[in-house]
């Protein structure tokens, strides 16, 4: 296995580095403290990411997409990821939303939200976890019941990433409740759930980090959606649900790792340049231990990443990969980031005076629950490794 990356794709990394940190990174430090960002800045920084290959990379050609590979994808997420956390989930979450609905849509789904979606002109929500339900697959309760032309909508969403401000999502629900309760892989379905025409009721849930984008609670009230915008049946929701979760693990882990070399950038950078007892805090002992544990741990996840996303080009299995590379980030989020601020002192904790350090270490904190907990994960590699299946 490589362990770098082709030429062409370190060209585009590279790239990709220099226009975020010129057009994105100087606008997160104040946009990020004033909260979420309204439907119409995501838009707009959407339009400004389309053209580096953001918003499009997923979807494939015959709706205006790039149809990268997963380690392309891997990079992108990494270098959003370093330029600005939330802006980065925002942007995944619609990518990724879209892209089910340009695989699996009709013709008639692709044109009214797969390809206005690639052209970031509408915003895209994934509706799977609810308030006892989201590791629990058993714990489900919101129901899309068929009647005539229309499935009728009841339950609540929670936690959804663009839940605020999505035109578009794509609903995970229970269409026959005696199959469902018989056997938690059937009877689940993926409806496209449009807000202009099945409106839901929504509730913002603030968050310690990732402060500008938005996460929603979203309530349905006998929500009527046409029959014409179901995705995936009953046979076919819970295997493509998982199937989603995959890439969205990996994911999270490359826009994490690109939180991880952001800390260690700026622990590198600051330590040169702050002097104490005649000399630069990077000819510490202690200091310089606090630059390598991140740097070794950030090495370590970039591997675990580039592996997993390889391993999904190639065809083939890789769930205790994409899992490993998602529960190391889990684990190592904060403690990475904490060490970036005992590395700048009380400047890393401050809001003010230009550092990010405090902005990178609450956003770290949300890196062991979103797309699977870091103990659900670990409990997919040990049944893996071991035969034994430990959930309930």
């Not at 089910?100 to 008639?108: E, K, L, P, V």
């Not at 800390?263 to 606090?290: C, N, T, W």
């Not at 090495?299 to 490993?324: F, H, N, P, T």
Request: hydrophobic share 40%; net charge negative; with cysteine.
């Amino acid at each position: 296995m490589p362990f770098d990356l082709p030429d062409d794709l370190k060209k585009k990394e590279a790239e990709l580095r220099v226009f975020l940190d010129a057009e994105i990174a100087p606008l997160a430090a104040e946009l990020d403290a004033k909260g979420p960002l309204s439907h119409a800045d995501n838009v707009a920084f959407f339009k400004k990411l389309v053209p580096m290959g953001f918003i499009k990379s997923y979807s494939p050609k015959d709706v205006g997409g790039d149809d990268v590979t997963y380690l392309e994808r891997a990079v992108m997420a990494k270098e959003l990821g370093r330029a600005w956390n939330a802006l980065s989930i925002t942007v995944d979450t619609h990518a990724g939303v879209i892209e089910m609905i340009a695989r699996h849509g009709t013709d008639d789904h692709k044109r009214k939200w797969a390809e206005p979606g690639v052209r970031g002109e509408i915003i895209g929500c994934d509706m799977v976890s609810e308030p006892c339900g989201g590791s629990d697959q058993t714990g489900f309760t919101t129901t899309a019941i068929l009647d005539g032309d229309h499935y009728v909508v009841n339950g609540q969403k929670m936690w959804q990433t663009n839940g605020t401000q999505a035109d578009v999502g794509i609903l995970t629900a229970i269409s026959d409740p005696e199959a469902y309760a018989k056997d938690p892989r059937t009877g689940l379905i993926s409806l496209i759930v449009d807000r202009h025409e099945s409106p839901w009721k929504v509730t913002d849930l603030p968050f310690v980090g990732a402060k500008a984008g938005n996460t929603a609670l979203m309530e349905f009230d006998n929500v009527r959606v046409p029959k014409e915008n179901l995705l995936h049946n009953a046979e076919e929701g819970y295997r493509r649900q998982l199937l989603a979760r995959a890439w969205f693990r990996v994911w999270v882990a490359s826009q994490g790792l690109g939180l991880m070399e952001a800390v260690r950038d700026d622990a590198i950078a600051y330590a040169k340049e702050r002097h104490s007892f005649g000399k630069p805090i990077a000819g510490h002992q202690l200091v310089q231990e606090l630059i390598a544990d991140i740097a070794i741990n950030a090495d370590i996840q970039k591997l675990l990443i580039y592996r997993a996303a390889s391993l999904m080009d190639k065809g083939e299995r890789c769930d205790v990969e994409q899992s490993m590379a998602k529960a190391f980030y889990g684990d190592h989020a904060v403690d990475t980031a904490y060490k970036g601020i005992q590395v700048l002192g009380a400047r890393g904790l401050t809001t003010d005076l230009g550092f990010r350090m405090e902005r990178l270490f609450r956003d770290s904190a949300l890196g062991g629950t979103g797309e699977g907990t870091t103990q659900i994960l670990k409990l997919i590699i040990g049944r893996r490794l071991t035969g034994v299946n430990a959930f309930v």
